[in-house]
């Protein structure tokens, strides 16, 4: 039981660290990418983050891997 106790601090630290870097404004670029889909017309818009979701994929998807090779 103390493994999901460990696993919920880290993933509660790591949420603290994606909310200060929001604060700050450094993630100003992210949804704003080529290739991010935005329509907007005078009652309505749409927005599709095609790339953005893409990064943020490869991103995690290589986070999780260098944890399961250390852990």
Known sequence: ????????VVAGIFLVVIGLVAQTGALGWF?????DI???RPNSSFYFPIV????????????????RRFF
């Open 52 to 67: 953005s979701m893409l990064v943020v994929s490869v991103v995690l998807s290589l986070l999780l891997h260098v944890i």
């Open 38 to 40: 935005r329509i907007e």
């Open 31 to 35: 949804g704003r990418l080529p290739g």
């Open 1 to 8: 039981m103390t493994d999901v106790g460990k696993w919920l």
